[in-house]
């Protein structure tokens, strides 16, 4: 089967594109043919090795793993001995990420329960492109940060795949939304259905009148108290990652008693009920990027990388029959 192999560190464009062996199911993992698969943060740090923290959970001198990836959408074509949730032919997706790596391959075996059953009405590719981004939005809003109907929603970093999430759902709560990101996303911003865009080259949101009850960082890059400035009395300020320093510099925050200050711990694929009730509705859809062919995998992570996408970067993978 065709996969992408990551033999050792460096820029994407040293992804290898090539045969290798088919995977097989052990006690409870699925076989799964992977129809799509979706590029994320982890797939630009884990190729590169950078930053080096990350090499403590990729492997140290070399990814542990070769095969990135870490959502996917396909058909279960074998189930391991042990395995007891799905049957061949099932459609399946999820993000993997806590159990594996590897969707940047026709083939994958993996835990039976990094994966749910997909809905009918929901695309191989808008599954593909679902798990991650939709989560942290929704666990971020709704689960951490308690979104509460008619709030002001700021979100930063807002072009790519959370934001493009966070904007619909804070919709469904009838939330006044504000996206900040560069002003070659705006357009695109605006017709996902922010009612204000901010360019953060342009516009420090931290210092304009505006407030907000609710600021969700998809990248933190600077101190979060001074993105705290924006915040409504009791505001909450949540970030889904960033900048290594400015986490801690949370962290501590918070232990020093400011409690509106929060980082959010992705549950995987914990709630996706949520967001297939909002597919269902009509009130949701995913901001597709593609899909490209797999064996473009090393561009689209590099135009990832570089922040020229916009929503869910979409690999498609082995055509469904
Ligand atoms: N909490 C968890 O458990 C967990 C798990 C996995 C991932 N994550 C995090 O989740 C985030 C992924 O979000 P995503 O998939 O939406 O990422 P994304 O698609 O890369 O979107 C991030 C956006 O931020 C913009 N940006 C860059 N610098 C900015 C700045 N200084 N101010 C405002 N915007 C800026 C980028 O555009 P430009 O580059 O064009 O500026 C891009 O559009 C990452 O931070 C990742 O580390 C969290």
Redesign the pocket.
Known sequence: MKAIVCARYGPPEDLQYQDIPEPLPRGREVLVRVHATAV???DWSWVRGKPAIYRLLFGLFKPRHPIPGMELAGTVMGLGSKATRFQVGDAVYGDISAHGFGSFAEQVAIHEDALVHKPADLSFVDAAATP??AL?AYQALVTLGKLQRGQRILI????????SFAVQIAKTYDAEVTG???A??AESMRAQGFDHVID?AQVDFARTHERYDLILD??T?RAPRDSARALAPDGQYIT???DLPRLLQLLFARMFGERQLH????KSNVGLEHIHALYAAGTLKAVVDGPYPLAQAAKQIRR?G????VGKVVLGVVPEA
């Open positions: 994320n943060d982890y991650h981004a942290l930063n970093g807002a072009g790519g795949g959370v934001g900040v990101d560069s070659a996303k953060y998809c990248k890059k889904i990652g960033g980082i959010l711990a992705l990832f570089e922040g020229s996408h």
